[in-house]
């Protein structure tokens, strides 16, 4: 009988109880549904598990499609997913007696991996997810119900020297212990043997890795599980400064938060071209640098600050999950908090023997523990570096997978500074973290990811992007694989176009910062959050703009001002920026001006905007020649007559150059599609389409062009 929510809910103070009865109780009947719920709900609290870690079963009685005859099947979360997002075509499907039966065919922990594929025998539902490395551990238990996840304060206790013993005393030998070894098959046999020599126990201790725990329902299952790990965290929190201060107490202070994020955010584009040195090696295909992420979390700051951290930090981390993700162990800055970053040339020459520090180090690993059939050796670069007093930057090849770095990165502090409150912590033999990192199972799964996109890695900064071709241009490059900066004057647009963005392609995609391309402090405080968002920024795309139609005796030097404040000082204000950073990471970039038909072509009325598209247009190639060195190509998109969803239509544009050309506002489309050779209205997609195309990747030797989108205006031919 489930008990009333809110009175357990009461009970736990360091883990989350989620169980909604009534929802449950709709789900009653359909078990692999409840299993769902309740992966859901552990994965939802990230004290429980990680993103993508752990697994959770079922085990239930189905009709054998072939024979009719009643068979145990059981449900398990599928290779690659994530606990707190999984549906039900997340799982795999497996008969329960092939896949014991599995033992009869193995030959030894020599040659487990070969058991992988005969999973594949075993598959009950056809249409199911591939099953994980870990179905024999859930497979060779016998209860209806198992959870396993990595809750912080298990590993902690898994992690610790004294951990088997803390184990036993802690739960009364109702949790068995099972020491570290690299999941698989062998594993799952281990297991068994644990709960045979054991029975009656509540759960599984795994060192170093994690915590097994069960039940006779869904429900009983989870019970168990937030109540182990309650009393992990109970005891954790018991001894927290008890022997001593945590991490051996602060060494440094932190600077205050408005110092830390303004230093971050300077050193951001640095570090991310020392961590993109293999990337950038690609970037003739059009794949970008490493992406970035900041965070100055306070349990970061609490261990980066230590007097501890010189000694844990190069340990690496313990849980094969966080290994994974971070790497063998993290770059530590050797830089004052306090340290003056605005001279980037030294800033760069005191970085560089640091980089190829760990680049060896990271060598040395790989050649020490290599074995015959070792993949080769992978980008040697660090994936977190730790900046005392300031914060965490992770790099990796996309924004989630930074982010989740980070967050991983804070796991493994939790168990360091749990185990080290209780015992001290042990991480992985060398050894065996190569064994997991270069696990023939792992790189096949790499092997298997799909190709990157061709803007994967990179960053582009879109002005005006809220609305109209901005917008069109911003949604091209996310579909392309680019994190996008979102920006625009209009508050209220831009956070309606964040959310939008968000919603589409997800909440590591956009960033938004609001721009008045006239206002340098204004541009370098969105240049600094695109820093802080994602380490840094590779395309920046000039589409801010107005436009104003009159003839020259209407025309007034208000008018005049505005055109040239916004067209052209906002362009070179926001290219200068730009430059400075791509300058920082130091791999090149691109900076895509979207101009004007106009610029080229004369036509009445138009003596202010006209004249300022040509100035535009000449900086293209005045910054072309001189960026050149610098691997920074600068290019033209010309459009003309935008008409649907642009915003240059409002304020009066259009009825000014209807008024120019003898016909109506409602007669414009047809009139510009009918002056063009190819007869075709111009939509803001087909200036987005031009933009992809100078920074896709296919023209990385292109720079001082012009591309026209205009339909075919023989006036407006360059040549």
């Not at 929510?5 to 078990?31: F, P, Q, R």
């Not at 840094?536 to 030097?557: C, F, L, Q, R």
């Amino acid at each position: 009988m489930i008990k009333e929510n809110t009175e357990i809910g009461k009970d736990y103070k360091h883990v989350s109880y989620l169980w909604d009865e009534a929802k449950a109780a709709e789900l009653e009947g359909d078990e692999v549904a409840l299993l769902v719920y309740r992966s859901n709900l552990l994965g939802a609290d990230l004290r429980l598990t990680n993103y993508g870690g752990g697994n959770t079963s079922c085990k239930l009685t189905s009709k054998d499609p072939l024979t009719g005859n009643e068979v145990e099947v059981m449900w398990i979360k599928g290779s690659g997913g994530d606990l707190g997002s999984m549906k039900r075509s997340g799982l795999a499907a497996l008969y329960v007696n092939r896949l014991r039966s599995l033992t009869n065919v193995y030959r030894g922990i020599e040659h487990e991996d070969e058991m992988v594929e005969l999973f594949n025998h075993c598959i009950y539902d056809l249409a199911s997810k591939a099953p994980s490395i870990d179905t024999p551990l859930h497979g060779f238990l016998p209860f209806k119900h198992i959870d396993h996840l990595h809750p912080d304060a298990a590993i902690a206790i898994a992690a610790a020297k004294d951990g088997k013993k803390i184990t036993q005393e802690l739960f009364n030998g109702t949790i068995g212990w099972v020491e570290w070894q690299r999941p698989g098959f062998d594993l799952g046999l281990k297991l068994k043997q644990c709960l045979d020599e054991n029975p009656g126990i509540r759960g599984i201790m795994l060192g170093s890795h994690g915590l097994f725990t069960w039940g006779d329902t869904a429900y009983e299952s989870y019970l168990n599980t937030l109540e182990v790990i309650e009393r992990c965290a109970q005891y954790l929190e018991d001894n927290y400064g008890k022997k001593a201060p945590v991490f051996g107490g602060a060494k440094i202070e932190s600077l205050p938060g408005d110092e830390r994020l303004a230093k971050a955010a300077i050193l951001a584009p640095v570090l991310r071209g020392f961590c993109s040195s293999e990337a950038a090696k690609r970037s003739a295909s059009g794949v970008g640098g490493m992406v970035g992420h900041f965070t100055d979390d306070d349990r970061i700051l609490q261990f980066i600050n230590s007097n501890d951290l010189e000694r844990l930090a190069p340990l690496g981390t313990s849980c094969p999950d966080h290994f994974l993700r971070t790497k063998i162990s993290p770059l530590v800055l050797d830089l004052a908090k306090e340290e003056e970053l605005t001279n980037i040339a030294a800033l760069k020459e005191k970085l560089t023997p640091q980089f190829e520090a760990y680049r060896q180090m990271y060598a040395e690993y790989y050649n020490t523990c290599k074995h015959p059939n070792s993949p080769a050796m992978r980008d040697p670069n660090p994936v977190v570096i730790l900046y005392p007093g300031i914060g965490m930057f992770t790099f990796a090849k996309d924004k989630q997978t930074a982010r989740v770095a980070a967050e991983f990165y804070i796991n493994a502090i939790n168990v360091m500074k749990g185990a080290e409150a209780v015992s001290e912590y042990t991480s992985l033999p060398r050894q065996e973290a190569f064994n997991i990192e270069y696990w023939l199972l792992e790189e096949a799964k790499l092997q298997r990811m799909p190709k990157p996109k061709a803007l994967s890695g990179r960053v582009a900064l879109i002005t005006g992007s809220a609305g109209g071709i901005g917008k069109a241009i911003a949604k091209k490059f996310a579909e392309e694989g680019a994190c996008v900066v979102i920006n625009d004057i209009n508050e209220e647009r831009l956070q309606g176009a964040l959310e939008e963005f968000q919603k589409q392609f997800g909440k590591d995609t956009a960033s938004a910062a609001a721009l008045n391309v006239t206002d340098a402090g204004s541009t370098e405080k969105a240049f600094a959050q695109a820093a802080l968002a994602f380490g840094g920024v590779d395309i920046v795309i000039n589409n801010a703009g107005i436009s104003i139609s009159k003839p020259i005796a209407e025309h007034t030097v208000e008018d005049w001002d505005k055109l040239y404040d916004i067209l052209v000082k906002g362009q070179f204000i926001v290219t200068k920026a730009g430059v400075e950073v791509m300058r920082r990471q130091g791999f090149g970039g691109d900076v895509i001006n979207i101009v004007s038909k106009n610029s080229i072509v004369a036509g009445p009325n138009n003596v202010g905007y006209g004249s300022a598209k040509a100035a535009q247009a000449h900086i293209t190639r005045l910054l072309a020649a001189e960026l050149g060195p610098d691997k920074i190509r600068v290019n033209t998109v010309n459009p003309d007559a935008v008409i649907v969803d642009s915003n240059i239509w409002a304020g009066g544009w259009a009825e000014g150059r209807a008024k120019a050309y003898g016909v109506t506002v409602d007669e414009l489309p047809a009139y510009y599609a009918k002056r063009t050779l190819l007869n075709e209205v111009i939509l803001p997609d087909d200036i987005a389409n031009a933009c992809f195309v100078f920074a896709g990747g296919l023209m990385n030797k292109s720079t001082g062009n012009i591309l026209n989108v205009d339909g075919g205006v023989a006036m407006g031919f360059v040549r």
